[in-house]
């Protein structure tokens, strides 16, 4: 089977467990490979500038990634031709930007119910729930270290994720950009809009009244449109 590799996004409590939806509706067609980008999870931190070695394929694949994990997979995209067959970059970094007040309130959060509801509010276009908010307290409860990983000044992680525009227009596989409409923490303004004016194969998605969220906000029409992606370039 083809096989696809799942890069998360750099969010407070963000493991590989985000792709479990998308897993199982690409599981009948496509070997799924999901990794925890490093300092997340179970995955050892890493400087961000050697993610993309890390997490490099060994083998032809598509490659998904969603917000950081979509600047990541249009790196291996640029530096790997060979080994990237394509990519659905979501709510995606990558292109050269000032530092979003949403991405930097949202890297700068700690494990509280406050700063859970807060960050809650930045991913997502409807006000979240209370339980919602409880589930994510947990999941950046089990991630003491968070901290560490994007500490102030935020800038230089923004531009440790962006490629210069000449390694962005030298991608030559196909690109699938998906990007809800009322993103805070990645405008669409800032990052879709220019990396599909750049990008020299790509196509875009745009969800509205959709946040930073769009694989949870819209799930089921985000996972055929991942799936239809996939299976036109097979």
């Keep these: 089977m083809p096989s696809v590799l799942l890069l998360h996004g750099s969010g407070p409590g963000t493991t590989n467990a985000a792709w479990a939806p998308l897993v199982a509706a690409l599981a009948p067609r496509f070997e799924c490979t999901a990794p925890d980008l490093p300092g997340f999870g179970a995955a050892p931190a890493a400087p961000i500038a050697v993610w993309a070695d890390v997490l490099a394929p060994s083998e032809p694949c598509f490659v998904v990634g969603n917000s950081a994990g979509g600047a990541l997979a249009l790196r291996l995209a640029a530096r790997f031709p060979s080994l990237v067959r394509g990519v659905v970059a979501v709510g995606s970094m990558g292109y050269p930007m000032p530092l979003p007040r949403g991405l930097d309130e949202l890297w700068s959060s700690v494990p509280t119910e406050d700063c859970a509801r807060s960050l809650l509010s930045l991913l997502f276009y409807a006000p979240p729930g209370e339980e919602a908010v409880a589930v994510r307290l947990e999941q950046m409860r089990a991630q003491p270290g968070y901290s560490s990983l994007f500490p102030a000044p935020r800038q230089r992680w923004v531009d440790e994720l962006s490629l210069p525009v000449g390694d962005l227009a030298g991608i030559g596989c196909p690109v699938l950009l998906i990007h809800g409409a009322d993103d ?41 449109l991942v799936l239809r992606f996939l299976e036109r370039h097979v």
């Design 184 to 224: 805070p923490v990645v405008p669409l303004a800032d990052s879709c809009l220019p990396l599909l004016r750049t990008l020299p194969n790509a196509q875009a998605h745009i969800f509205g009244h959709c946040g930073h969220a769009s694989p949870v906000e819209y799930t089921d029409d985000f996972n055929r």
